[in-house]
């Protein structure tokens, strides 16, 4: 069974810094991984996904993530912090073409500080 | 495209009332899900759907009841809510195409509470 565990339920940033919410992933077999963005009081829109190929993925919004296999890890990254950012966001994982049945993580709230 | 719609958006029931949480999808989708989302908790599958009189358990089936007699729609049935199931719920839809893998789409949500 697969399973996802993000470090840190609360990060806080200044606008402007690095956004880092960190990902680690437990699959038997090679792993499809999401990242989405919850905004308060509505649904899930997916940030990005890796399920192939380059391991460095560019989303939406300046987000990126890289699948590390040999960390088993896909952490979240932007450069530069807006305040807009503020969410909540969830790493999920799916196993192999089940993109029906998702694993998610437990969520991080991403708070942007003026 | 309306892409995922979810009716109602609140709902209050009482311990013992039963009701059923409408979801449907004008993408043509094969795949549809349920989900629950608790604080702390992330979201976790309660039932799914690979097409039209296919459905099976998720990890949190107890308590509720799906059927899929349509591909456009997904309904959730709570027999006799309890508190317990006091949360939002998400319904979500996705297909595949060959090689292509592609993403759940997420309606908005449901809250409901169970008092």
């Known amino acids: 069974a697969q399973s996802v565990t993000q470090l840190g339920s609360h990060v806080s940033v200044s606008e402007g810094a690095l956004v880092l919410l960190r990902c680690n992933y437990s699959?038997?077999?090679?792993?499809?991984l999401f990242w989405y963005v919850q905004y308060p009081n509505q649904g899930l829109q997916l940030l990005l996904k890796y399920t192939t190929g380059a391991t460095l993925v560019k989303g939406i919004n300046g987000f990126e993530a890289e699948f590390k296999k040999s960390e088993t890890s896909f952490h979240l990254t932007k450069p530069s912090a807006h305040m807009s950012d503020a969410a909540e966001y969830f790493c999920?994982?799916?196993?192999?073409?089940?993109?029906?049945?998702?694993?998610f993580g437990k969520g991080t709230l991403l708070t942007v500080n003026p | 495209n309306a892409g995922v719609t979810q009716t109602p958006k609140f709902q209050v029931l009482k311990t013992g009332q039963s009701m059923t949480l409408q979801c449907a999808q004008d993408m043509n989708h094969e795949y549809m899900s349920w989900y629950r989302q608790d604080p702390g908790m992330g979201l976790r599958l309660i039932h799914y759907?690979?097409?039209?009189?296919?459905?099976d358990q998720g990890e949190v089936p107890n308590g509720y009841n799906v059927s899929r007699s349509t591909t456009e729609d997904f309904p959730l049935r709570l027999l006799s809510a309890a508190p317990s199931q006091t949360s939002v719920y998400f319904c979500?839809?996705?297909?595949?195409?060959?090689?292509?893998?592609?993403?759940?789409?997420f309606g908005p949500g449901t809250r409901l509470t169970v008092l």
């Open positions: 999920a994982v799916s196993r192999g073409g089940s993109n029906y049945k998702l694993t």
């Open positions: 759907s690979v097409g039209a009189g296919i459905t």
């Open positions: 979500a839809s996705s297909w595949t195409s060959g090689s292509s893998y592609n993403e759940q789409f």
């Open positions: 699959s038997s077999v090679p792993p499809y």
